[in-house]
């Protein structure tokens, strides 16, 4: 627990923990409000914030076709049957940086199946906001392809609304995968206009995101922004979270038409992703 870096400035404040590259915590210092949960980094996933990479949540199988080949994704012991949000989550980071505003962490990953990657995150706080990134470096000789996003869990309560704008979603179906896509969103899932929505389990992906989505605890407006199409919510019952998850791909792009979002990376290539948490 020595190693858990304890950051802020006049606006926020955050804890971040090497092991997962997570954040443990990110409180408004104005509002004296819990902005993520807090989580306590005894498992994987309990925390307020979590890198995925070199892929984001689910690919049937475990397994996809690329440039003609079978790719077979490694498991861990996060879950039974997927590479699920991939390893960078479950993995030590190395501290690069830190600064009293903010750091960089590093990671060195390498598996069978064909990833082999350098991956960087940057925690920085400015002003009332905090700035998240990822930038993933290819190291292996033979091209892979590459996804990522960030996973946080926004404190939401029953005095909480969420609002965003998509043009259609992915119903959840078996494992956790994606049915097929439909533009007509019911109305539990739909936060074009604020609300809080149901207290049930919802799972699904979005795409047409705005890059724009804001939840509102009373007095605090949190903004969430990113520039990619496809937004991932997830809520459980009873849980006061809500979780806004920016990717660079839908849920199973793998196996979709063109692969969309997925980036194919050369040795030495990378791919970079960004998001932006502001407090108002």
Same mark, same amino acid.
């Given at each position: 627990m020595n190693s858990l870096l304890m950051l802020q400035n006049a606006h926020l404040r955050m804890c971040v923990d090497p092991q997962g590259g997570s954040l443990l915590s990110l409180v408004s210092l104005q509002h004296q409000r819990a902005i993520l949960r807090e989580g306590h980094g005894q498992q994987p996933g309990d925390c307020g914030l979590f890198p995925m990479l070199p892929v984001a949540n689910r690919v049937a199988g475990n397994r996809f076709m690329l440039r003609g080949e079978e790719v077979v994704l490694p498991h861990h012991e996060a879950d039974e049957h997927f590479f699920l949000h991939g390893d960078g989550w479950l993995? $030590?980071? $190395?501290?690069? &940086?830190? &600064?009293p505003g903010g750091c960089l962490l590093q990671l060195r990953s390498w598996h069978p199946c064909g990833y082999d990657y350098t991956a960087q995150i940057c925690y920085q706080l400015e002003a009332s906001s905090l700035h998240a990134s990822l930038t993933l470096t290819h190291c292996g000789e033979r091209?892979?392809?590459?996804?990522?996003?960030?996973?946080? *869990? *926004?404190?939401?309560?029953t005095y909480s609304t969420a609002q965003f704008t998509a043009s259609g979603y992915w119903p959840e179906g078996e494992q956790h995968l994606p049915l097929d896509w439909q533009s007509n969103i019911p109305s539990a899932a739909d936060f074009m206009h604020a609300q809080y929505g149901e207290d049930a389990w919802l799972n699904v992906g979005y795409s047409g995101w705005s890059g724009r989505a804001v939840i509102? $605890?009373?007095v605090m407006k949190v903004t969430i922004l990113a520039q990619t199409p496809w937004l991932m919510? *997830? $809520?459980?019952?009873?849980?006061? *979270?809500l979780c806004l998850e920016p990717q660079t791909h839908p849920v199973n792009a793998h196996h979709m038409q063109g692969q969309p979002g997925l980036q194919v990376l050369a040795q030495g290539e990378r791919c970079h992703f960004a998001m932006q948490i502001c407090v108002e």
């Open positions: 993995q $030590r980071w $190395r501290v690069i &940086t830190a &600064t091209p892979m392809i590459y996804g990522c996003g960030f996973h946080p *869990f *926004f404190a939401f309560d509102q $605890r009373d919510l *997830f $809520r459980m019952s009873g849980e006061p *979270f």
